[in-house]
């Protein structure tokens, strides 16, 4: 499976724009990048996903690089709420989720 | 919707005992998951299942069983607890849309083997 590295941890001021990277080099065509969050003592909570077009949600903004090789989670203002670790994934046909070590994200009141 | 959920959210174990851990889920998804979470590590898949009676080992599966008689239900055995399994076990669902659907997640069972 193709594997993701993200920056251990990052830290943004509350109300700022946050930009998480993730890159994945070795992605394959079928693959879809998704990004998921963990709140401390909480099951992790899907937040976007995409396969080559940015994506936009209610919750952030993925912008995919044009040759796939990385990625970035745009959160538009950060709230304290949004601290977390942020998972970037790949996942293709076999459907399965494999989970790197994430970013720590850190938001400063 | 309940979503996904776990059953028990806590327990202690002594070393060499057995226990099962539940997870049901209600949105008729067909792929369900099994993870387990390590202080200040990402999640790692222990076995998933892509469909009702089949099931599937994923990077960690030693020392655990699991079963998907229903399509509801996916459970995760430990048939002689050891210390190592103590952990946050996470369990997810998903549809079988080839990467293009998300995934939904419990809240967790926090295992302490001692």
């Known amino acids: 499976d193709a594997k993701t590295t993200q920056p251990n941890s990052m830290e943004s001021n509350e109300e700022e724009p946050v930009h998480l990277p993730c890159n994945h080099s070795?992605?394959?065509?079928?693959?879809?990048i998704h990004w998921y969050r963990q709140l401390p003592s909480q099951g992790p909570e899907y937040v976007i996903h995409?396969?080559?077009s940015n994506v936009n949600n209610r919750m952030a903004s993925l912008a995919i690089a044009e040759d796939r090789k990385s990625s970035t989670l745009i959160l538009h203002r950060a709230t304290l709420r949004d601290a977390a670790v942020y998972y970037c994934?790949?996942?293709?046909?076999?459907?399965?989720?494999?989970f790197g070590t994430g970013t720590s994200l850190t938001v400063i009141p | 919707n309940a979503g996904v959920t776990q059953t028990p959210k806590f327990r202690v174990l002594k070393t060499g005992q057995s226990m099962t851990l539940l997870c049901a889920q209600d949105?008729?998804?067909?792929?369900m998951y099994w993870y387990r979470q390590d202080p200040g590590m990402g999640l790692r898949l222990i076995h998933y299942s892509v469909g009702e009676g089949t099931t599937a080992k994923g990077e960690v599966p030693d020392g655990y069983n699991v079963s998907r008689l229903k399509k509801q239900n996916f459970l995760l055995g430990l048939e002689s607890a050891a210390p190592s399994q103590t952990s946050v076990y996470f369990c997810?669902?998903?549809?079988?849309?080839?990467?293009?659907?998300?995934?939904?997640f419990g809240q967790g069972t926090r295992l302490t083997v001692v």
């Open positions: 997810a669902s998903s549809e079988s849309r080839q990467g293009r659907t998300e995934a939904f």
């Open positions: 949105m008729n998804h067909e792929y």
């Open positions: 994934i790949l996942t293709n046909t076999g459907n399965q989720f494999y």
């Open positions: 070795t992605i394959s065509g079928t693959d879809y």
């Open positions: 995409g396969l080559t």
